[in-house]
T-cell receptor, first 109, second 111 residues
Framework: EDQVTQSPEALRLQEGESSSLNCSYTVSGLRGLFWYRQDPGKGPEFLFTLYSAGEEKEKERLKATLTKKESFLHITAPKPEDSATYLCAVYYRVNKFYFGSGTKLNVKP | DGGITQSPKYLFRKEGQNVTLSCEQNLNHDAMYWYRQDPGQGLRLIYYSQIVNDFQKGDIAEGYSVSREKKESFPLTVTSAQKNPTAFYLC??????????FGPGTRLTVL
């Protein structure tokens, strides 16, 4: 069964406390994996696209990595403004998209 | 200023009413999508369109209808047949089924 699972559902960090969010997937024919940030009441904001195992992308305090079964979003020394829900999505086969339910990150000062 | 706009931001529907949500993009993207987001759940695909005058049902198309008469516009109608329409609706566009870029969303509430 095609599935995308994000963990943990919620994560509370102190400012400066690095951690990782996980997105595991069981789909065949992966064509791309996307990470988004979503603030309350707003549309998701695109962060990264990863296409193949071993690929990494970085942006400020965020780094996304991809293996054949999962992706990680590493957050280094987070700040309160990094608080948001982080969504991952997979694009697979022909025109198939599947979004995970997200990880809600809360960074306390 | 390129982007995706959705209107209205908030919409209230009475029982038995059809309502239409607007989505416009000036990114010159071929593909456009409509998603529904409920609390604690991932985005679920309602309809998508890869080209003008063509669209496909997503996973939860029942009770919804769309049209794609112009490349820039992809309106979504929530019909009275949709029994539980209260949700946050998101429109997205993408260049040839790659990463999707989202609008700000419309929150629909049934009175």
């Amino acid at each position: 069964e095609d599935q995308v699972t994000q963990s943990p559902e919620a994560l509370r960090l102190q400012e400066g406390e690095s951690s990782s969010l996980n997105c595991s997937y069981t789909v065949s024919g992966l064509r791309g994996l996307f990470w988004y940030r979503q603030d309350p009441g707003k549309g998701p904001e695109f962060l990264f696209t990863l296409y193949s195992a071993g690929e990494e992308k970085e942006k400020e305090r965020l780094k996304a990595t991809l293996t054949k079964k999962e992706s990680f979003l590493h957050i280094t020394a987070p700040k309160p403004e990094d608080s948001a829900t982080y969504l991952c999505a997979v694009y697979y086969r022909v025109n198939k998209f599947y979004f995970g339910s997200g990880t809600k990150l809360n960074v306390k000062p | 200023d390129g982007g995706i706009t959705q209107s209205p931001k908030y919409l209230f529907r009475k029982e038995g009413q059809n309502v239409t949500l607007s989505c416009e993009q000036n990114l010159n993207h071929d593909a456009m999508y409509w998603y529904r987001q409920d609390p604690g759940q991932g985005l679920r695909l309602i309809y998508y369109s890869q080209i003008v005058n063509d669209f496909q049902k997503g996973d939860i198309a029942e009770g919804y209808s769309v049209s794609r008469e112009k490349k820039e516009s992809f309106p979504l109608t929530v019909t009275s047949a949709q029994k539980n329409p209260t949700a946050f609706y998101l429109c997205a566009s993408s260049p040839r089924s790659n990463e999707q870029f989202f609008g700000p969303g419309t929150r629909l509430t049934v009175l």
